[in-house]
């Protein structure tokens, strides 16, 4: 039971630090946009700030990859080990976590995704509106991505603890 009570806690703990990571994410991207704003007055004047943008996106795609990594393993553990503790529970709050669980597919997709895209502007060979659309469509992607893992997390967390609950009342 301490074992089952330890891996909940270390998991409401993971999801601290992806929030961290994807956070750190989104502000690459907007790092990124806020480069195309301050470009477009001074294009006339300086050349060659397109190494800039890349820098910012090869963060932003570092960023990503690890986001990926740690997102994988974390999905990884709920599916597995902390899914083997719900099933411990009530049936509610199993079919309730098995739920959550269906959207790990679609979390992984949008950062796959936004991984691609970053991959895609690193390439340069997009004329600079097509550059500039995808710099913006990238942030916004990421922006939404954030607000699902949070509202994934927090539902998961409204679990965790309802779990834990039971858990102790048992003990």
């Known amino acids: ?15 601290e630090q992806i929030m961290i990571g994807i956070q750190a994410s989104e502000g690459i991207a907007n790092d990124v946009a806020a480069i195309l704003e301050l470009d ?11 190494e800039d943008k890349k820098k910012h996106l090869k963060d932003l795609h570092k960023s ?18 902390v899914l083997k503790v719900f099933k411990e529970g009530s049936q509610v709050l199993t079919s309730a976590f098995s739920l959550l669980l269906e959207e790990h597919q679609e979390l992984e997709k949008r950062i796959v995704k936004s991984e691609q895209i970053a991959e895609e502007l690193l390439s340069a060979s997009l004329s600079r509106e097509v550059w500039e659309g995808k710099a913006y469509g990238l942030r916004t992607h990421i922006r939404h991505t954030r607000k699902l893992i949070e509202a994934h997390a927090s539902s998961e967390a409204e679990l965790f603890s309802a779990l834990y609950k039971e858990m102790q009342k048992k003990q």
């Open 1 to 15: 039971m301490d074992k089952a009570l330890d891996l909940i806690n270390q998991t409401i703990k993971e999801h």
């Open 40 to 50: 477009k007055p001074i294009d006339k004047f300086v050349t060659g700030r397109l």
């Open 64 to 81: 990503l990859e690890k986001m990926t990594t740690s997102l994988n393993n974390h999905f990884n553990r709920e599916e597995k080990a």
